[in-house]
């Protein structure tokens, strides 16, 4: 059974920064790619970063050069450190996973997280 948890959200004010992590079982970590999708109030799913397995990583123009997707296979767990935090950036964060990783840009993976709450306000 696949199951992805998220970790590490919490309420924080602007220009503060966070680590969520995702730990992974159930699959063969190793080989999977992942990605980071957020969700704020009203609005659709939208992509945060992504990271291959081979440790290539891509991210939405909106939090490139703050925020960092990485991995730790020993670990089974990926991590998102989200740095200069602002307001805009509230929304749930979720975790999935997908051995293509044209389904996890897309956003069409098999597997996904229960979500982590990220609250930035003053």
């Known amino acids: 059974q696949v199951q992805l948890a998220e970790s590490g959200g919490g309420l924080v004010q602007p220009g503060a920064s966070l680590r969520l992590s995702c730990a992974v079982s159930?699959?063969?970590?190793?080989?999977?790619?992942m990605g980071w999708y957020r969700r704020a109030p009203g609005q659709q799913r939208e992509l945060v970063a992504a990271?291959?397995?081979?440790?290539?990583?891509h991210y939405a123009t909106s939090v490139k050069d703050r925020f960092t997707i990485s991995r730790d296979n020993a670990k089974n767990t990926m991590y998102l450190q989200m740095n200069s935090l602002k307001p805009e950036d509230t929304a749930v964060y979720y975790c999935?996973?997908?051995?293509?990783?044209?389904?996890?840009?897309?956003?069409?993976?098999?597997?996904w997280g229960q979500g982590t709450q990220v609250t930035v306000s003053s």
């Open positions: 990271i291959t397995s081979g440790g290539s990583t």
């Open positions: 159930g699959i063969i970590f190793s080989k999977h790619d």
């Open positions: 999935t996973a997908d051995p293509n990783f044209r389904a996890v840009v897309f956003g069409t993976s098999g597997s």
